[in-house]
């Protein structure tokens, strides 16, 4: 029991981290936050993504020129382009890490606004702080685990960022139904999208990128919107007007 919860703690704080700061915060500034609490969610989402920490200015960069370049070649994931998700997922590595290491400079479009801790960067990213991480998984289930095949879950907790970040690009733009022409292949995966807190509205959020409510219908929910609300009204954030 103890290592499905950390699983499912894992998933879903690594999850929220992505979602909230790196997605809605990092690349699309839907809300502002003072410089306290953006050090605060920057450590949090090292602490939460731990081994597979995604760096949110290569992140900011990334998706900028995804909706810029929706679904086109010059899109950096699109899974059209692609025969398979594990390709997708290998190309975008690499146009990431050119970013994260400052091997290309990003089109004037795409360059500021978002957050940047250079030392955490350069911390979060060694192997030796990346692999102790991934040693103190480990141990975790060494000491928790009760059945041989918890130890499958592992790799997961390894590679959680790129995972989600996977799973949203390939299902966001294949698989569901569309509620908007964006002149794109957006799709809305999930109308309840737990799984991935609001990630897999695709459609809903190309058709208003800067809105922060990723459910448009009245069957649809993305659970992260309520968090927001909350972080709205205890003042952690200040949400811009739509």
């Excluded at 998706?63 to 810029?68: G, V, W």
């Excluded at 972080?231 to 739509?242: E, G, N, T």
Aim: charged share 15%.
């Amino acid at each position: 029991m103890a290592v499905l919860i950390f699983f499912l703690a894992h998933w879903f704080l690594s999850l929220f981290c992505q979602t909230f700061f790196l997605h809605r915060y990092a690349s699309h500034k839907m809300f502002t936050m003072s410089h306290f609490w953006e050090r605060f969610f920057y450590g949090f989402t090292i602490l939460l993504q731990g081994s597979s920490f995604l760096n949110p200015r290569a992140y900011a960069i990334m998706h900028r020129m995804h909706h810029a370049y929706s679904d086109t070649e010059r899109d950096p994931h699109s899974p059209h382009f692609f025969k398979d998700v594990w390709q997708m997922t290998m190309r975008t590595k690499d146009i990431y890490l050119n970013y994260a290491k400052y091997k290309v400079e990003p089109e004037k479009p795409f360059q500021g606004n978002y957050p940047e801790w250079p030392l955490m960067d350069r911390i979060s990213n060694m192997w030796s702080v990346r692999i102790l991480f991934g040693i103190g998984y480990l141990l975790f289930y060494i000491f928790f685990a009760t059945q041989w095949w918890m130890f499958l879950l592992l790799p997961i907790h390894f590679f959680m960022g790129p995972i989600h970040g996977a799973i949203v690009n390939w299902c966001g733009h294949k698989y569901g139904y569309s509620n908007y022409d964006n002149h794109d292949h957006s799709k809305n995966s999930l109308p309840l999208d737990f799984l991935l807190m609001g990630e897999l509205f695709q459609n809903n959020h190309h058709k208003s990128p800067n809105s922060v409510n990723f459910a448009k219908k009245w069957f649809e929910f993305d659970p992260t919107y309520p968090i927001v609300l909350v972080l709205h009204k205890l003042r952690v954030i200040r949400l811009r007007r739509q």
